[in-house]
């Protein structure tokens, strides 16, 4: 079965500095792959997504995310990071077909003054 | 505006009874989830149904039931069978037609008292 690690539970940045939360799949094709932000007590809000195509992809909120077949990875990136970036950051596979999203355990984002 | 209303926002519960949280969308999606959200866990399908009138286990669907008589609506029920049923859980949908960019409700936290 697919799966998906986010090794970095909490992650602290400094504002104005670069940001890159990581993720890694399993999974034997090329899956559809998300990046979806959490506010405290709220739903989550889809940042980007990779279908297919040039591997760099851009988001919402000045995200990208780079795809890497050979690593299994699809990083979070962010040049200059705001106090409001501050959330939790979850990384997502779909199963190609089966229509069904497996998240990550989830990176939550703390922006130091 | 289109999105997903769940209710309640806040929910109690003593031991032994059964609770049922709402989920209504009026984005004309046709597939709608169930997700279970912990510390530390991530995200965990409970259920899901891509059409009316059927629906499919999750990985946790243990002490859980759903119904989809219409397709605006796709409540969960939380039975006394489900051992650990404090948590946050969201409710979400998408049009169903394969890559999966997922709308999410602004989640129901459960208390069991």
């Known amino acids: 079965a697919q799966s998906v690690t986010q090794p970095d539970i909490h992650i602290t940045v400094s504002e104005g500095a670069s940001l890159e939360l990581r993720c890694n799949y399993s999974?034997?094709?090329?899956?559809?792959l998300f990046w979806y932000v959490q506010s405290p007590g709220q739903g989550l809000q889809l940042l980007l997504k990779y279908f297919s195509g040039d591997t760099l992809v851009q988001g919402i909120k000045g995200f990208e995310a780079e795809f890497k077949r050979s690593q299994s990875s699809f990083n979070l990136r962010k040049p200059s990071v705001h106090w409001s970036d501050a959330a939790e950051y979850f990384c997502?596979?779909?199963?190609?077909?089966?229509?069904?999203?497996?998240f990550g355990t989830g990176t939550r984002l703390l922006v130091s003054p | 505006d289109g999105g997903i209303t769940q209710s309640p926002k806040y929910l109690f519960r003593k031991e032994g009874q059964n609770v049922t949280l709402s989920c209504e969308q009026n984005l004309n999606h046709d597939a709608m989830y169930w997700y279970r959200q912990d510390p530390g866990q991530g995200l965990r399908l409970i259920y899901y149904s891509q059409i009316v009138n059927d629906f499919q286990k999750g990985d946790i669907a243990e002490g859980y039931s759903v119904s989809r008589e219409k397709k605006e609506s796709f409540p969960l029920t939380v039975t006394s069978a489900q051992k650990n049923p404090t948590a946050f859980y969201l409710c979400?949908?998408?049009?169903?037609?394969?890559?999966?960019?997922?709308?999410f409700g602004a989640g129901s936290r459960l208390t069991v008292l």
């Open positions: 999974y034997g094709a090329t899956p559809y």
């Open positions: 979400a949908s998408t049009v169903g037609s394969g890559a999966n960019v997922l709308t």
């Open positions: 997502a596979v779909e199963n190609t077909g089966f229509q069904k999203l497996v």
